[in-house]
């Protein structure tokens, strides 16, 4: 039935964890995905850095040259699984400047290059195809690309880093600290050898970027996202979360501010927060992922499942080559980039949150005014206070421990504050400064 259509001729990329899987889908369901498409897909070759490596798969269709093999007559479609942002930057312009559609889960590129990557698709009228970048299998791309598209998307806000999800929820769950935590998801296969990436949160911020540029109609990039990590989290501030009903959880948050003025601005921003039981991300445990999304009419829509791994991955792989496999078909593109709002990025210290204020100081009378007396001076309002005594091994009273809850406040003004407790004599050290999400203002 599907023998007389010309086949998509389809390049991969990469032979690794997401590569593999592909490749599998590809040959497993061939028949059902040539229904879907319209014509067979037909494998052209296959990129990787070591041809002679045994693979179990036909030598004939691996090479390492890359330029080679993208620029191919044969070939329609481009799949970009390798990593690294370099070389997946140049082959992927070459193959979108020979006029191949490309599919890619390569957010750290995309994080960085996703203008000149959209517009050399845009010049040669291809598909540029990336629901892989963020949160796996989870399809948040296309909701926010195709489904939301007549709505106005306000807030995204995730867990998309399922390293970083994976270590907090076992700190959570077992009391564990942070180096045991990432020593077990180390062991698990959760962390890599060089964790850097996902738990000083640049793995997170790269999906930022590309969530806040498809929900805000707005270019940006990873350098526009603010970023903490979530290495200083101690055992201390999950007692402290749990006594106010919370868990911590390492956050994307993607949003469209209106200032006072009436002037549009996106923020994007990673950072670990306190998110209270009660609330939908509380629940997303061990290595999955979540993204919340909030627009003006269709309201709050959750997508949740497996944000990594080579099979989940390869499934929102497989389901853009289908996609730009149709396309090519049909003869047709589907929707390119927009980015016709070019609403300015805010700065950090302009962005409001509740913040938490844990601080160890002297147990004297008068403390605790003039403490209340720093965040006062600086409009920022407090909503909850809780001192106790903290002994020695002896039993004594040796210093107070002071968790404050703040109302919503600019982040300048809860840094200011923060630095001018730092300076009272009566405060020992300011311990741990977190934000709180989903809790009102
Ligand atoms: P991986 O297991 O490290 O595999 C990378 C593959 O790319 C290998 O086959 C490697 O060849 C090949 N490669 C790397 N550099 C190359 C070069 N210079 N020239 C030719 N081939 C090269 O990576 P992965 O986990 O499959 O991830 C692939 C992409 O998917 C990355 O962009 C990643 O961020 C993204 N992603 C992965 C996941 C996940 O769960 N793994 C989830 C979401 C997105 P050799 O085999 O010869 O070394």
Redesign the pocket.
Known sequence: MFGEEKPVGVAV????????ELVRIIEDTAGDLAARIGAPLALRGI?????A?D?GMPVELLT?N?EELVTREDVDIVV?????VE??RKAILSALEHGKSVV??????LSQSTGELAQAAENAHVDLYFE??VA?AIPVIRPLTQSLAGDTVVRVAGIVNGTTNYILSEMDRTGADYARALADASALGYAEADPTADVEGYDAAAKAAILASIAFHTRVTVDDVYREGITKITPDDFASARALGCTIKLLAICERITTEQGQQHVSARVYPALVPLTHPLASVNGAFNAVVVEAKAAGRLMFYGQ????A??ASAVAGDLVMAARNRVLGSRGPRESKYAQLPVLPIGFTSARYYVRMYVADNPGVLSSVAAEFAKRAVSIAEVRQEGVVDEDGQRVAARIVVVTHNATDSAVSETVAALADLDVVQRVAAVLRLEGTGP
């Open positions: 990329l990469g032979l690794g964890n997401v590569g593999r990129g990787v850095r070591r041809v490596a693979r390492d890359i970009e699984l390798m990593g690294p070389p997946a890619t889960a390569n957010k750290a590129l892989a970048a796996g944000g990594a791994g080579g989940p991955t």
